[in-house]
């Protein structure tokens, strides 16, 4: 259709003809021009959100984005080669992951099919997302149903997904630049995208449902135990506290579920529930609807006992258990960073690891495998690897598992190009990369391109490093233990010098040391004599006095003059016994 004709039966929606287009798409045109004041003739580019806004959208879903990446991998994997582009959208229609053909990303992201695109209304006028945010259905919004005339190439399928608690949460959505000019060539992309979002809202539904019972419905029963239609999880007494769409839709007689009884809803009651579980066979199953239909019913019980009242403790301050239970005393920065790692372990959501070199990035990353319970485990170092490599790497481990990239800003230039594909192919090894460079560094410094960044860093774990971690006194006793055995001990003054180093090297400098007091001390004490001296830095071999005195002895400036901590410079005061004038 050209322009002209485009604008001219916009006109026509406008004055209230009908055009025989979808409702939902006149609806929008209306829109777009009587609430957004928008030209149909502009060609208003993709709007993409700042670096800053990308990052928060993106941390705000997090949750989301690892509910769905396993199902966005599945739906990629069987759209392979048709040149479909996958989004997700969180519910402002802000794309916060993306699944596309490498070679053709510069054309998507022209298209605004890309990472950071925002796809709400209000800018991109009538499109998939959009109209999906509007009206919580799903839509396919093809070709000249774009109202901007930039668009009017696209053929864009979305589905929403909703959470627990029956709120918009996300949209997926599935897209190509060309396609074929009936609109109904997008059913099948429809009936990928409806399923892909139901599994993702299962997904989600059943993460943060561990510890209540789930129901689980289909209306088949070949289907019921590998990939049902619905689910609700439900508390002790049969109350429903979470459900998705899929079960609002089919119990909810036109009201919202949570808060329901199970009884007020289904021919059952909570003490039933035993007796739908997978020792029963599927077809046995049955459980009546409210209308007088039913359904194939499967629970699955609490994966822990009840507990008589929630744990309602911070991240910060709820016990953080088993292996990463390991890698802190009581320092609360690594406590909030361990218990986000315990939450995201078991997911599928890609990790970045920063810190400084010796933080223990690597030993972090073994924790959080053990933790997830898969079962292989590949480690390589970014730096001279290449991709024959890691493809023969990753082909050994047949079984979910996960890949440790070590020093991923190290990276050869044909590994940054072959990685997302290696990543795709091999979608059941979950990547964890570790980098010893501020997360921004690696995007500001055009260390890695933004696409394998986000692919990378699903989320981002930052180490701190050793001088700022409040469990030091901790770390020394349990290296101590584990590098000297149990009988060695320090004396007050060698544990004094060692709570007062800056520690450049981080747990594996503090290690070393240890290991070399070990080996030097004469019996099972450890004493000043045997501590290794501490590295000092180049700057310090200068006269401090006479810095001091450059500096007026203000502890701040001489501290920036010699590139280290002002806590650093009153310890070397004292050391030598320096005196500021009269």
């Known amino acids: 259709m050209v322009e002209h004709d485009h604008v001219e039966e916009i006109a026509q929606v406008l004055?209230?003809?009908?055009?025989?287009?979808?409702?939902?798409?006149?609806?929008?045109?209306?829109?777009?021009?009587?609430?957004?004041?928008?030209?149909?003739?502009?060609?208003?580019?993709?709007?993409?959100?700042?670096?800053?806004?990308?990052?928060?959208?993106?941390?705000?879903?997090?949750?989301?984005?690892?509910?769905?990446?396993?199902?966005?991998?599945?739906?990629?994997?069987?759209?392979?080669?048709?040149?479909?582009?996958?989004?997700?959208?969180?519910?402002?229609?802000?794309?916060?992951?993306?699944?596309?053909?490498?070679?053709?990303?510069?054309?998507?992201?022209?298209?605004?099919?890309y990472l950071g695109s925002n796809w709400s209304e209000d800018l991109a006028g009538t499109c998939g997302v959009g109209a999906c945010i509007y009206t919580g259905e799903p839509v396919t919004v093809h070709q000249d149903d774009h109202f901007g005339s930039a668009h009017t190439g696209l053929s864009c399928t979305s589905a929403p997904i909703y959470d627990s608690l029956g709120q918009l949460a996300a949209v997926l959505d599935i897209s190509l630049l060309r396609s074929p000019s009936p609109?109904?060539?997008?059913?099948?992309?429809?009936?990928?995208?409806?399923?892909?979002?139901?599994?993702?809202?299962?997904?989600?539904?059943?993460?943060?449902?561990?510890?209540?019972?789930?129901?689980?419905?289909?209306?088949?029963?070949?289907?019921?135990d590998v990939d049902p239609e619905a689910a609700v999880s439900l508390d002790g007494s049969g109350r429903v506290i979470g459900a998705t769409h899929a079960a609002t839709r089919m119990l909810s007689r036109g009201k919202g579920l949570i808060g329901e009884h199970i009884d007020s809803l289904l021919g059952l009651s909570v003490d039933d529930l035993p007796d739908l579980m997978r020792d029963r066979p599927t077809?046995?199953?049955?459980?009546?609807?409210?209308?007088?239909?039913?359904?194939?019913?499967?629970?699955?019980?609490?994966?822990?006992?009840?507990?008589?009242?929630?744990?309602?403790?911070?991240?910060?301050?709820?016990?953080?258990g088993g292996v990463l239970a390991t890698l802190a005393g009581s320092d609360p920065t690594m406590a909030r960073l361990l218990a986000q790692a315990e939450r995201l372990a078991p997911t599928h959501v890609p990790l970045l690891i920063c810190g400084e070199s010796g933080s223990g990035k690597t030993k972090l990353a073994r924790a959080i495998h053990m933790a997830s319970r898969r079962r292989g485990f590949v480690a390589l170092d970014c730096a001279g690897a290449m991709p024959e490599q890691i493809e023969a790497a990753l082909s050994a481990q047949p079984e979910p598992g996960t890949l440790l990239l070590r020093?991923?800003?190290?990276?050869?230039?044909?590994?940054?190009?072959?990685?997302?594909?290696?990543?795709?192919?091999h979608a059941h090894m979950r990547p964890i990369a570790t980098s010893g460079h501020a997360p921004g560094a690696l995007l500001s410094g055009e260390t890695l391109p933004a696409a394998l960044y986000h692919?990378?860093?699903?989320?981002?774990?930052?180490?701190?490093?050793?001088?700022?971690?409040?469990?030091?006194?901790?770390?020394?006793?349990?290296l101590l233990g584990r590098r000297c055995g149990g009988e060695m001990r320090?004396?007050?003054?060698?544990?004094?010098?060692?709570?007062?180093?800056?520690?450049?090297?981080?747990?594996?400098?503090?290690?070393?040391?240890?290991?070399?007091?070990?080996?030097?001390?004469?019996?099972?004490?450890?004493?000043?004599?045997?501590?290794?001296?501490?590295?000092?830095?180049?700057?310090?071999?200068?006269?401090?006095?006479?810095?001091?005195?450059?500096?007026?002895?203000?502890?701040?400036?001489?501290?920036?003059?010699?590139?280290?901590?002002?806590?650093?410079?009153?310890r070397r005061i004292r050391k030598e016994g320096l005196q500021a004038p009269q």
């Open 490 to 570: 320090l004396t007050p003054s060698a544990r004094s010098e060692l709570m007062a180093r800056d520690w450049p090297g981080n747990l594996r400098e503090l290690g070393n040391v240890l290991d070399v007091a070990c080996a030097l001390a004469e019996s099972t004490v450890i004493d000043l004599p045997d501590l290794p001296a501490a590295p000092r830095p180049r700057e310090e071999t200068l006269d401090l006095e006479a810095v001091l005195d450059a500096c007026n002895w203000n502890m701040a400036r001489t501290a920036r003059r010699l590139g280290v901590n002002r806590s650093t410079i009153l």
């Open 455 to 478: 692919r990378l860093a699903g989320s981002v774990l930052e180490l701190p490093p050793l001088r700022e971690r409040q469990d030091l006194g901790w770390l020394i006793e349990r």
């Open 183 to 224: 609109k109904s060539s997008q059913n099948l992309a429809m009936s990928l995208v409806t399923s892909a979002a139901r599994r993702v809202e299962m997904a989600n539904l059943m993460a943060a449902s561990r510890r209540e019972w789930v129901l689980r419905f289909s209306t088949s029963p070949e289907f019921l």
């Open 407 to 425: 020093g991923v800003e190290d990276l050869r230039p044909e590994i940054v190009r072959a990685l997302p594909a290696l990543l795709d192919a």
């Open 15 to 113: 004055d209230g003809q009908a055009t025989g287009r979808d409702s939902y798409v006149d609806a929008s045109w209306r829109r777009c021009v009587e609430v957004y004041g928008m030209d149909p003739t502009s060609r208003v580019p993709a709007h993409i959100v700042t670096d800053s806004e990308f990052r928060t959208h993106r941390e705000q879903a997090d949750w989301m984005i690892g509910a769905a990446r396993s199902s966005l991998q599945r739906l990629f994997r069987q759209v392979a080669g048709q040149n479909y582009v996958l989004l997700l959208t969180d519910a402002k229609g802000v794309c916060v992951d993306f699944f596309g053909d490498d070679r053709l990303v510069d054309e998507l992201r022209g298209a605004g099919l």
């Open 283 to 320: 077809e046995e199953r049955v459980v009546s609807l409210s209308d007088g239909g039913a359904v194939f019913g499967h629970a699955i019980a609490p994966q822990r006992p009840r507990r008589a009242q929630k744990d309602r403790s911070t991240p910060e301050k709820r016990a953080v």
